[in-house]
Nanobody, 115 residues
Framework: QVQLVESGGGLVQPGGSLRLSCAASGSIFSINSMAWYRQAPGKQRELVARLSSGDILYYGDSAKGRFTISRDNSKNTVYLQMNSLNPEDTAVYYC?????????WGQGTQVTVSS
């Protein structure tokens, strides 16, 4: 069984920064991609950033230029560095690992941007 645990969320002022972490426990067979999604109340879950095999990067329009996804293979951990945060970034953020034939989700961590 593989479990993903997010951390690093919280309350931050507009213009501030946060770094989210997602650590995988259990055995990892093969990872096709690691990604961060977010979901605000009344909104669909949206892809924020993705790191795929071959080090292929993707950023959603709202994240480009402000957020950075990275990984630490030795710790089976993916990070999301978020800078220049604004209230529109307020959401629950979820990490996701894609394996062959399986998609694994974390519980989510709340990010609130407010003065």
């Amino acid at each position: 069984q593989v479990q993903l645990v997010e951390s690093g969320g919280g309350l931050v002022q507009p213009g501030g920064s946060l770094r989210l972490s997602c650590a995988a426990s259990g055995s990892i067979f093969s990872i096709n991609s690691m990604a961060w999604y977010r979901q605000a109340p009344g909104k669909q879950r949206e892809l924020v950033a993705r790191l795929s095999s071959g080090d292929i990067l993707y950023y959603g329009d709202s994240a480009k230029g402000r957020f950075t996804i990275s990984r630490d293979n030795s710790k089976n951990t993916v990070y999301l560095q978020m800078n220049s945060l604004n209230p529109e970034d307020t959401a629950v953020y979820y990490c996701n690992f894609q394996q062959p034939g399986m998609s694994i989700w974390g519980q989510g961590t709340q990010v609130t941007v407010s003065s």
